[in-house]
């Protein structure tokens, strides 16, 4: 069930869903305005407010080609490889694979598009409680740093993606954005933030789905692990302390079971931190089943909606997995699918694909690759998901304090928290469970290179030259299919050097997107990103 706040965001979507914002056309009709003349708000009424801002996020998240596919399919877990069904959508996804993609690509246009859809409705709501037209009374301050909070948040998938874009606070401003630096985003987030953290509620029991104090801690926690990458000057000393603070807090566990972090009732988890709701009825969007899962599997899982084919595990990933990690299974369905109707194997998912295909005529056969299975879908599941996206967690918090450690010369440290978030995958065997801080030093298990047609790795470079790479391989085992693998990428100098599955190595400025064309067009403004 559902909070009574989350059913505030889940509603609101519907009615603001269609309001594609561009920070570009400040002037559009944003359907999810506050008018003053017919709201007279009291406390009860802050989830009305703050709900539209928050629904947003659902289209950033796991929406058609969004920001999901963005950070997965560029990366070296998960790929969409041409099916007898389709799936080629004009080289799209070969493209996002082999870091080909344009300036008109719809991952990257998508993500953008979105967070400043969010940020629209931010600075809507914000613009009309600076001028006194909104009145809350003594809750003002609370929402007020609830909503800076979310739109830093826009702004941090922002920076992340695209670097160098307009900072847009103003409503009412229709003059066209000046174009801002990454460093200048970067600052911009992270003042925001600090701000309003005093401001901001510490109690993690009533805000599930909100930016919480937690919430916007664990978010600069991030911002401070990749700072390296964004501005080039790493903040480990400061990623450390905010992770301090939320163990320290108490507020939130490790899930004793790794799927209840991702189940269909996971909004009861005692994990999440902040958590993108979604519901299948009245918050729909998630739609993971149906683009990973082949339509033979669609009586498997007594599915009310055919599932549609699409991507899945790149072998080399998967064979790096320890095979008594019980990550393996819970994250990736595999070998034979039995109907529960007639006893008979549906399908039989095999951990190898011949190739993204496509140019060369290569198309991999339904059964080809293993499957996502972590967002457990639940009997009878429509074409629209119940389980809520977790985007902050404890077992994040915990790995961003350990690979901080790790990176500043505590390696034992880094260990003893590596070895409390493996625990759980490797129930009963303590001998598996326990890492070192030498296995932390060693490189990555996964074998860089090229694969052939056959299966077979050509020009293998492997991963034992990547530094740090063994904790790598552990961000991947936790998160795979969370969003997070191109970010590691990239700060393990990954993701710019190394061969996997189709990819070769790409100039170093494909770790960031393009800034999208169309908006380009709108606001001569903006200039390009380096490289495209």
């Given at each position: 069930?559902?909070?009574?706040?989350v059913?505030?965001?889940?509603?609101?979507?519907?009615?603001?869903?269609?309001?594609i914002?561009?920070?570009t056309?400040?002037?559009?009709?944003?359907y999810?305005?506050?008018?003053?003349?017919?709201?007279?708000?009291?406390?009860?009424?802050?989830?009305?407010?703050?709900?539209?801002?928050?629904?947003?996020?659902r289209?950033?998240?796991?929406?058609?080609?969004?920001?999901f596919?963005?950070?997965?399919?560029?990366?070296?877990?998960?790929?969409?490889?041409?099916?007898?069904?389709?799936?080629?959508?004009?080289?799209?996804?070969?493209?996002?694979?082999?870091?080909?993609?344009?300036?008109?690509e719809?991952q990257?246009?998508?993500?953008?598009?979105?967070?400043?859809?969010?940020?629209?409705?931010?600075n809507?709501?914000?613009?009309q409680?600076?001028?006194?037209?909104?009145?809350?009374?003594?809750?003002?301050?609370?929402?007020?740093?609830?909503?800076r909070?979310?739109?830093?948040?826009?702004?941090?998938?922002?920076?992340d993606?695209?670097?160098?874009?307009?900072?847009?606070?103003?409503?009412?401003?229709t003059?066209?954005?000046?174009?801002?630096?990454?460093?200048?985003?970067?600052d911009?987030?992270?003042k925001?933030?600090n701000?309003?953290?005093?401001?901001?509620?510490?109690?993690?029991?009533?805000?599930?789905g909100?930016?919480?104090?937690?919430?916007?801690?664990?978010?600069?926690?991030?911002?401070?692990?990749?700072?390296?990458?964004?501005?080039?000057?790493?903040?480990?000393?400061?990623?450390?302390?905010?992770?301090?603070?939320?163990?320290?807090?108490?507020?939130?566990?490790?899930?004793?079971?790794?799927?209840?972090v991702?189940?269909?009732?996971?909004?009861?988890?005692?994990?999440?931190i902040?958590a993108?709701?979604?519901?299948?009825?009245?918050?729909?969007?998630?739609?993971?089943?149906?683009?990973t899962?082949?339509?033979?599997?669609?009586?498997v899982?007594?599915?009310?909606a055919?599932?549609w084919?699409?991507?899945?595990?790149?072998?080399?990933?998967?064979?790096?997995y320890?095979?008594?990690?019980?990550?393996?299974?819970?994250?990736?369905?595999?070998g034979?699918?039995?109907n529960?109707?007639?006893?008979?194997?549906?399908?039989?998912?095999?951990?190898?694909v011949?190739?993204?295909?496509?140019?060369?005529?290569?198309?991999?056969?339904g059964?080809?690759?293993?499957?996502?299975?972590?967002?457990?879908?639940?009997?009878?599941a429509?074409?629209?998901?119940?389980?809520?996206f977790p985007?902050?967690?404890?077992?994040?918090?915990?790995?961003?304090?350990a690979?901080?450690?790790?990176?500043?010369?505590?390696?034992?440290?880094?260990?003893a928290?590596?070895?409390?978030?493996?625990?759980?995958?490797?129930?009963?065997?303590?001998?598996k469970?326990?890492?070192?801080?030498?296995?932390?030093?060693?490189?990555?298990t996964?074998?860089?290179g090229?694969?052939?047609?056959?299966?077979?790795i050509?020009a293998?470079?492997?991963?034992?030259?990547i530094?740090?790479?063994?904790?790598?391989?552990?961000?991947?085992?936790?998160f795979?299919?969370?969003?997070h693998?191109?970010?590691?990428?990239?700060?393990?100098?990954?993701?710019?050097?190394?061969?996997?599955f189709?990819h070769?190595?790409?100039?170093?400025?494909?770790?960031?997107?393009?800034?999208?064309?169309?908006?380009?067009?709108?606001?001569?403004?903006?200039?390009?990103n380096?490289?495209?």
């Amino acid at each position: 069930m559902k909070t009574n706040f989350v059913k505030y965001i889940l509603v609101a979507a519907i009615s603001c869903g269609g309001a594609i914002s561009s920070c570009t056309k400040l002037d559009e009709e944003v359907y999810s305005e506050v008018l003053p003349s017919q709201f007279q708000p009291t406390e009860k009424d802050l989830p009305a407010i703050l709900a539209p801002a928050y629904a947003s996020l659902r289209t950033v998240m796991c929406g058609w080609q969004g920001y999901f596919d963005l950070q997965e399919e560029a990366a070296d877990a998960i790929i969409t490889p041409v099916r007898p069904n389709g799936w080629d959508d004009a080289g799209t996804y070969r493209r996002m694979h082999q870091h080909a993609w344009t300036t008109q690509e719809w991952q990257p246009y998508n993500t953008w598009q979105n967070a400043y859809s969010a940020i629209t409705k931010v600075n809507t709501v914000l613009s009309q409680l600076e001028e006194g037209t909104l009145k809350l009374g003594d809750i003002n301050d609370a929402a007020t740093a609830e909503l800076r909070a979310i739109r830093a948040l826009a702004y941090y998938l922002l920076l992340d993606n695209h670097g160098n874009v307009p900072i847009v606070v103003d409503f009412k401003d229709t003059t066209l954005p000046q174009q801002n630096t990454r460093k200048e985003v970067y600052d911009f987030v992270l003042k925001e933030l600090n701000e309003v953290l005093p401001m901001l509620s510490e109690d993690a029991s009533t805000t599930y789905g909100r930016m919480n104090k937690w919430g916007a801690k664990a978010l600069l926690a991030k911002i401070y692990l990749n700072s390296g990458v964004y501005v080039g000057t790493p903040e480990y000393a400061k990623c450390i302390q905010e992770t301090n603070d939320i163990i320290a807090s108490g507020k939130y566990r490790l899930d004793n079971n790794y799927l209840d972090v991702f189940t269909y009732t996971n909004q009861s988890s005692s994990e999440i931190i902040f958590a993108i709701p979604y519901d299948e009825i009245y918050g729909k969007g998630n739609q993971i089943h149906l683009k990973t899962l082949d339509p033979l599997s669609q009586p498997v899982f007594r599915m009310t909606a055919q599932p549609w084919g699409g991507n899945c595990a790149v072998p080399q990933f998967i064979n790096t997995y320890d095979t008594a990690d019980s990550r393996l299974k819970d994250t990736w369905i595999q070998g034979p699918q039995v109907n529960p109707q007639t006893g008979q194997v549906a399908i039989n998912y095999v951990n190898f694909v011949p190739g993204m295909g496509g140019l060369d005529g290569i198309v991999a056969a339904g059964n080809h690759g293993y499957r996502i299975g972590k967002f457990v879908i639940k009997p009878n599941a429509t074409g629209d998901l119940d389980n809520d996206f977790p985007f902050l967690r404890y077992g994040d918090v915990l790995m961003m304090k350990a690979e901080a450690l790790l990176r500043t010369g505590d390696a034992d440290g880094a260990a003893a928290l590596v070895t409390q978030v493996r625990q759980r995958a490797f129930k009963g065997n303590p001998a598996k469970a326990t890492v070192t801080g030498a296995d932390l030093l060693k490189g990555s298990t996964y074998q860089y290179g090229l694969q052939r047609p056959d299966g077979t790795i050509d020009a293998v470079n492997g991963g034992a030259d990547i530094q740090f790479g063994r904790f790598l391989d552990e961000l991947g085992w936790e998160f795979a299919a969370e969003a997070h693998r191109r970010q590691d990428l990239i700060r393990f100098g990954v993701f710019s050097t190394k061969k996997w599955f189709n990819h070769s190595p790409q100039s170093p400025t494909r770790s960031l997107f393009p800034i999208p064309q169309d908006e380009i067009a709108k606001n001569p403004n903006l200039k390009q990103n380096p490289g495209y």
